[in-house]
Structures are given as structure tokens and as C-alpha cells.
T-cell receptor, first 116, second 115 residues
Framework: AQTVTQSQPEMSVQEAETVTLSCTYD???????LFWYKQPPSRQMILVIR??????QNATENRFSVNFQKAAKSFSLKISDSQLGDAAMYFC?????????????FGKGTRLHILP | KAGVTQTPRYLIKTRGQQVTLSCSPI?????VSWYQQTPGQGLQFLFE???????NKGNFPGRFSGRQFSNSRSEMNVSTLELGDSALYLC??????????????FGSGTRLTVV
């Protein structure tokens, strides 16, 4: 069974600085998607970034980028120029693309605090 | 486009009762998934519906059930509520984007408290 592990329950970063959130996963599959979701106090899960496993190039979305290391099964999220609005729970997630089912496996989350 | 709508936002029920939660996906989205979020267990997959058929089910007891209607709206039902069912219940709708890539849009959830 696939698992997703986020080893940092909480992190803090100074506004305008850069922070990296860690995520490792375990799978025997070769085709899958990885996601980072943000959950602010409003509770809605918001997609931050997505990475297809077959792509070697790391995904980027404005200030958000990932470091995808497929062999190491590592998928970290880097947030540059941190802003107060980035404060939230961040979840790393995995979705198999083998059976095409829509079961997303989430890590336990990292709570990110932005210090003004 | 309107987002994923979940109703109600908050619910308080007594042990032993049953509850029904509703999720309306984004117009045109035919796949709806449900997740339970608790502080202890995190986010766990409940089930997924596509075109009124359950395609996948997580490891939850039979007290948890769901269905999907022809307009893609979905409901989940929990019978004989237990204190441990207190959680945030999230639903997500999926759309196939360009290049065959999937996107998932989540609702704001229903916070269920069992007393």
C-alpha cells in the first residue's frame, strides 16, 4: 500500500523568506501524481502544485516549486518570498495513475506559520 | 463556475442518530470523492462515485454509505453515529484537464460533531 510521510508537523518562516516543506512517499508503482494542497482556516483544500511522475522537470507555480526526486521518493515544496497569506496546513498527497481510481492518499500535514 | 458546495457547514448530532451530508460538484464534473479528516487519522478516503456508480471504497465500516444522483450531486450517510465519527467531511470533484491531467477541487467541508 502507498504511504505519504510528512516529518515536520509545524514550521515557521519569516515573511519574505524561503521555506521548504518535506515529503516522502512509498510506492511500488511507476505511474502516479503527486500534489501539494494548502488548507487555510476556511477549511477548503486548495491545490498548490501538481507533479506527474513521468516528468523529470520539477513543477513550478509562481512562488511555489517542488524538488521531485523519483528514485529517492521525495517530493519537497519550496515557497519563496513567503507571504502572510501562505500561513496554512500543507498536505502532500499521492494518487495512483495505474488503476485510474480517484483515491488520494494524504500525508498528516505540516502547519506553516508566517512570522511578520 | 461555482465551486464545490457542501451542506450543511456544521452539524451536531447525538450518538446513535444518523446523518446525511450533501455535496454538489462543479457543473460538468461527474466524479465525486469523499474524505474524512480528523486530528488523529488525518485525511482518509471514504469513497468515490462516477456517473451514479461507486467505483472505489475506503476502509470504513458499513455504517458509512453514499450515493450519487443523475445530476452528479452526491450524498453520504452515516448511521448509528459514534463519538469517533466527529470529523470534517470533505468532498472533491474531479475534472480531466488539458493533456489528460486530472484536477481535484474540494469543498469547504461539513464539520460533524457527535455528542
Amino acid at each position: 500500500a502507498q504511504t505519504v510521510t510528512q516529518s515536520q508537523p509545524e514550521m515557521s518562516v519569516q515573511e519574505a523568506e524561503t521555506v521548504t516543506l518535506s515529503c516522502t512517499y512509498d510506492t511500488s508503482e511507476s505511474d502516479y501524481y503527486l500534489f501539494w494542497y494548502k488548507q487555510p482556516p476556511s477549511r477548503q483544500m486548495i491545490l498548490v502544485i501538481r507533479q506527474e511522475a513521468y516528468k523529470q522537470q520539477n513543477a513550478t507555480e509562481n512562488r511555489f516549486s517542488v524538488n521531485f526526486q523519483k528514485a529517492a521518493k521525495s517530493f519537497s515544496l519550496k515557497i519563496s518570498d513567503s507571504q502572510l497569506g501562505d500561513a496554512a496546513m500543507y498536505f502532500c498527497a499521492y494518487r495512483s495513475d495505474v488503476n485510474r481510481d480517484d483515491k488520494i492518499i494524504f500525508g498528516k500535514g505540516t502547519r506553516l506559520h508566517i512570522l511578520p | 463556475k461555482a465551486g464545490v458546495t457542501q451542506t450543511p457547514r456544521y452539524l451536531i448530532k447525538t450518538r446513535g442518530q444518523q446523518v446525511t451530508l450533501s455535496c454538489s460538484p462543479i457543473s460538468g464534473h461527474r466524479s465525486v470523492s469523499w474524505y474524512q479528516q480528523t486530528p488523529g487519522q488525518g485525511l482518509q478516503f471514504l469513497f468515490e462515485y462516477f456517473s451514479e456508480t461507486q467505483r472505489n471504497k475506503g476502509n470504513f465500516p458499513g455504517r458509512f454509505s453514499g450515493r450519487q444522483f443523475s445530476n452528479s450531486r452526491s450524498e453520504m450517510n452515516v448511521s448509528t453515529l459514534e463519538l469517533g465519527d466527529s470529523a470534517l467531511y470533505l468532498c472533491a470533484s474531479k475534472v480531466m484537464g488539458t493533456g489528460g491531467h486530472y484536477g481535484y477541487t474540494f469543498g469547504s467541508g461539513t464539520r460533524l460533531t457527535v455528542v
